[in-house]
């Protein structure tokens, strides 16, 4: 699934040449998803230089992370630390990018999501009014299937499973899905089978409330909808 990305936004403190810099997330949303199993979650730093400029300074921030219904230290581990990019730094240089590991904790038996949040604090070489998307916070979604395969989790901003309510049949766009498996809340595989043209027929389930897996060109779907 997808990585969380920091853009570093420099201030110079005697010319205005690095005045457009950025430091905070690049991901437009204010969510990171992840499924549990994936050892590549961690948050991105990145320092953004326009015109291929160099950093004059240190540019970062403390970075931590704040429970939500995922614990600290049980279900992720993540120390705070404070990270920056060094002077001589620019968008060319492999050092413009970092990544921090959350170090997702595998659980086999727990269903559904949970969340933690990444925070940004105590600027160095910049200020609030220049993280991008004016945001210091990020939200992380941590998603259980129950397995302890890791197939990498499809973004959830990558793709689209529509109608919901569903009647008849489950359409996606965005991925191409091969096979797929529907599960009730309870854990219990309803229906199993091969994606055609995108589409899935779900006219023969009940009611309520499935999650649908589908493997794909792009790793794994999960997701929730409701049959009416």
């Not at 430091?23 to 949303?29: A, E, K, R, V």
């Not at 403390?62 to 968008?91: C, H, L, M, Y």
Request: hydrophobic content about 40%; overall charge neutral; glycine content about 8%.
């Amino acid at each position: 699934m997808k990585k969380l990305v920091l853009v570093c936004s420099v201030v110079l403190f005697s010319f205005a040449a690095q005045a457009q810099l950025r430091f905070g997330f690049t991901n437009p949303l204010d969510y990171d998803n992840w499924n549990v199993n994936d050892t590549s979650a961690g948050v991105e730093l990145v320092v953004w230089t326009p015109n291929n400029d160099t950093l004059r300074f240190n540019v970062g921030a403390d970075v931590s992370a704040v429970d939500g219904n995922a614990r600290n230290g049980i279900e992720f581990n993540f120390q705070p630390q404070k990270w920056w990019f060094a002077p001589g730094t620019n968008i060319y240089d492999t050092s413009n990018k970092k990544v921090l590991k959350y170090n997702l904790t595998p659980n086999t038996t727990f269903f559904g999501e949970k969340d933690f949040y990444i925070i940004l604090s105590n600027y160095e070489g910049i200020t609030a009014s220049q993280l991008m998307y004016g945001r210091s916070m990020m939200r992380v979604i941590v998603d259980y299937d129950g397995t302890n395969v890791g197939i990498k989790r499809v973004e959830k901003n990558t793709y689209r499973v529509f109608p919901v309510p569903a009647t008849n049949a489950l359409h996606v766009e965005g991925v191409n899905p091969s096979s797929y498996k529907i599960m009730d809340m309870s854990g219990r595989v309803t229906q199993t089978g091969d994606v055609l043209n995108n589409s899935i027929e779900v006219s023969a389930l009940q009611s309520g409330l499935y999650v649908l897996y589908a493997e794909t060109d792009r790793g794994l779907l999960v997701q929730k909808f409701s049959k009416y």
